[in-house]
């Protein structure tokens, strides 16, 4: 898979009637910051963050902080629960705490996917250091029926985002299919994968399987295997809005969004 951005501003010229691009030299200018190894930027300009942002770059997306009414709806629910010692319950955390987990805007929500439907293009993020946590005893249906009930739409911060969801093996293999066999060992992989799925210890694929009740889990290696019951969390994805637009990165180099 190639990753590498396409960019749309350079200067234009016509010879001979015919429109191309000029290519900006390799050089840092005043109030500007470097794009890759030869593009350059002007500070405080607007533009689409799918056509910028890499695999793996840091954005600046903030989830927000739970509410009173969010818990209590997941209590309604019956799945959630501050003691991790109960089954089939989300939780580990409480009024008033950050959605974002232990990230922040220098090292939190960064760039898993960028993929295309409908001729709309959107940016996919993954938070490497939080996950919701989730218990569960070998029962694959009271399992399924958790997961059902469950909705990730608190995760959504409707500025920039339109879609949350948890991370599951088989979005995982939507990603790793974007590679070849060969390219899967290469370090660009290795760099996509680790540096966006580790983090904050093990964390479940929410696939549910049946092999006498197993599910997936990433270690914090990032090795997939299936294992059975234990006291583990959930990554969630955010889906940004196709037309999510950002002004340049932070001081912490995270891509704003306007």
């Not at 911060?157 to 590679?179: G, R, W």
């Not at 090795?223 to 637009?245: D, E, Q």
Request: glycine share 8%; charged share 25%; proline share 2%.
């Amino acid at each position: 898979m190639n990753d590498n951005f396409n960019v749309s501003k350079f200067s234009s010229k016509v010879r001979n009637g015919i429109g191309f691009k000029v290519k900006p030299k390799n050089m840092v200018m005043k109030n500007s910051y470097t794009m890759g190894l030869t593009d350059v930027y002007p500070e405080g300009t607007e533009s689409c963050l799918y056509d910028v942002v890499r695999i793996g770059d840091k954005v600046e997306y903030d989830a927000g902080v739970w509410s009173n009414f969010e818990i209590a709806k997941l209590k309604q629910l019956g799945i959630y629960s501050n003691d991790l010692n109960d089954d089939y319950i989300f939780g580990g955390f409480e009024f008033g705490d950050s959605r974002n987990g232990k990230g922040d805007f220098g090292d939190g929500w960064r760039v898993i996917s960028k993929d295309e439907f409908c001729q709309e293009r959107y940016v996919t993020l993954i938070n490497p250091n939080h996950r919701e946590f989730f218990s569960f005893e070998c029962d694959i249906e009271a399992t399924k029926d958790a997961f059902e009930k469950r909705t990730w739409d608190m995760y959504v911060n409707p500025k920039h985002a339109d879609l949350a969801y948890p991370f599951s093996k088989s979005y995982l293999e939507k990603i790793l299919d974007k590679y070849s066999p060969v390219e899967r060992s290469i370090k660009e992989v290795d760099r996509v994968l680790r540096g966006t799925l580790t983090g904050f210890g093990d964390f479940w694929l929410t696939d549910v399987y049946d092999e006498q009740f197993a599910m997936h889990l990433v270690s914090q290696e990032g090795h997939v295997y299936l294992t059975h019951n234990a006291f583990l969390g959930i990554k969630v994805l955010i889906r940004l809005k196709s037309n999510v637009l950002t002004n340049g990165k932070n001081a912490n180099g995270a891509w704003r969004l306007v």
